[in-house]
């Protein structure tokens, strides 16, 4: 298993900034993509934003330009940098991880969740 770590939520003014961490662990494990996720309650779970080992990303429409997503790969670490919040950006976010591990000399695909992190921005 893979398991993933999420530290950073909190409550901030809009305008303001936070910085979501996303730690990835287990046993014999690579990392393909990770990615943050947002949900609401009675809501789909949407797609903030993305990236691969390699570097490429992806974001959605509505935080391009203000949020920013990166990666340690040494650390088996992500990133998701939101400046200029906005109340709409409230949610639970989750972070994502899909990739490969080794088990009894097998390889498998892995697709792990965190718990998620609040975010609260007030007006």
């Known amino acids: 298993q893979v398991q993933l770590v999420e530290s950073g939520g909190g409550l901030v003014q809009a305008g303001g900034s936070l910085r979501l961490s996303c730690e990835a662990s287990g046993t014999t494990f690579t990392l393909n993509t990770m990615a943050w996720y947002r949900q609401s309650p009675g809501k789909q779970r949407e797609l903030v934003a993305a990236?691969?080992?390699?570097?490429?990303?992806n974001y959605a429409d509505s935080v391009k330009e203000r949020f920013t997503i990166s990666i340690d790969n040494a650390r088996n670490t992500a990133y998701l940098q939101m400046n200029s919040l906005k109340p709409e950006d409230t949610d639970v976010y989750y972070c994502?991880?899909?990739?490969?591990?080794?088990?009894?000399?097998?390889?498998?695909?892995?697709?792990?969740w965190g718990q998620g992190t609040q975010v609260t921005v007030s007006s």
């Open positions: 994502n991880a899909k990739g490969t591990r080794m088990s009894w000399g097998r390889r498998y695909e892995y697709d792990s």
């Open positions: 990236i691969t080992s390699g570097h490429i990303t």
